[in-house]
């Protein structure tokens, strides 16, 4: 008998293997390891050649694969490589996975969060990509229910479901809070009929420009807000008639500021801010607050 022939006890597979006899007697249960024959005693032998499968089969059951897969790979029903990337990928999604987490609880560490803060913290740290992703699109779903793709300012409705593909593999404590508070955001039913109006309404109006210059009302009623000049002063009248012209009725003044009103809400300007947070875009200054300096000038000067 040579070494090729030569068959051992179960203990002496243990020993050269380093495997206990019970974790080897469990394989050999599950047809992971066959026994070459039997003993006059009826104990399992083995062939040397046991000693480079169970190897193999320890190798991958540390790799985090279950015996289902394994039997898979040592009857070459499919290829280590195969296996490789598929637990690769797996193992890939667990990394970010818990990345994400330790990036929340380091998150409430620094923070005196409330009891419902927790909780949502806790949702969305466990939550996969495309669960979060489906929040917002269930969100941007609902409030463009029934309006025209083709309709004007329809297309907004794919730039709000900008998620990135995943979050960073280290998220920063900005990134988290920011989607912490976009869900809260879109969560809100005021927040939800607020998106909603402005999506009807959009699509019920001509796609026309507006009778101003937004970038003019931005920079002129920013500079105004900042030197802390009332709308309803002289001067405020002075750059109104530079953004609208003198000319523009009374009346024609109170519908741009009703029609302006429409379109111009912190929150959503939030909601904006929050999807460049995510995805890293440029910071871009509030505009918000200027157009409602500008649609209270509109309103104190109609007369």
């Not at 790979?73 to 195969?82: C, E, K, N, P, Y």
């Not at 330790?102 to 996969?128: P, Q």
């Not at 900008?162 to 879109?186: G, K």
Request: aromatic share 4%; charged share 25%.
């Amino acid at each position: 008998m040579n070494d090729r022939t030569e068959l051992i006890t179960i203990g002496q597979l243990a020993r050269r293997t380093g495997l206990s006899v019970r974790t080897i007697r469990f394989w050999s249960d599950q047809d992971v390891i066959t026994p070459a024959g039997r003993s006059a005693a009826g104990y399992r032998l083995y062939d040397v050649a046991a000693v480079a499968r169970l190897d193999l089969v320890h190798t991958l059951r540390q790799l985090g694969l279950d015996l289902d897969t394994v039997r898979q790979v040592l009857q070459r029903q499919t290829s280590v490589a195969d296996v490789a990337k598929v637990h690769a990928a797996a193992l890939d999604t667990e990394i970010r996975t818990l990345q994400l987490r330790r990036a929340v609880l380091r998150s409430i560490a620094e923070r005196d969060s409330t009891t419902e803060e927790l909780r949502l913290m806790h949702k969305l740290a466990n939550l996969t990509a495309q669960q979060r992703q489906r929040l917002i699109d269930d969100f941007v779903a609902q409030s463009f229910d029934g309006v025209d793709p083709q309709a004007p300012g329809a297309h907004i409705a794919t730039m709000m479901r900008q998620l990135p593909a995943e979050l960073p593999a280290d998220p920063t404590r900005e990134q988290i809070d920011a989607w912490v508070e976009l869900a809260e955001l879109v969560s809100d039913e005021q927040f939800q009929q607020r998106v909603r109006e402005m999506a009807v309404t959009g699509a019920q109006q001509p796609s026309a420009q507006p009778p101003f210059d937004p970038a003019q009302v931005v920079a002129q009623g920013g500079a105004a807000l900042q030197a802390g000049l009332a709308p309803e002063s002289t001067e405020a009248r002075q750059i109104l008639d530079r953004i609208v012209g003198a000319d523009l009725t009374g009346p024609d003044r109170l519908r741009l500021a009703a029609q302006t009103e429409t379109f111009t809400d912190r929150r959503v300007e939030r909601y904006w801010q929050l999807l460049g947070i995510l995805n890293g875009w440029p910071a871009a200054p509030p505009q918000v607050p200027a157009m409602e300096w500008f649609i209270a000038a509109l309103r104190a000067h109609a007369d």
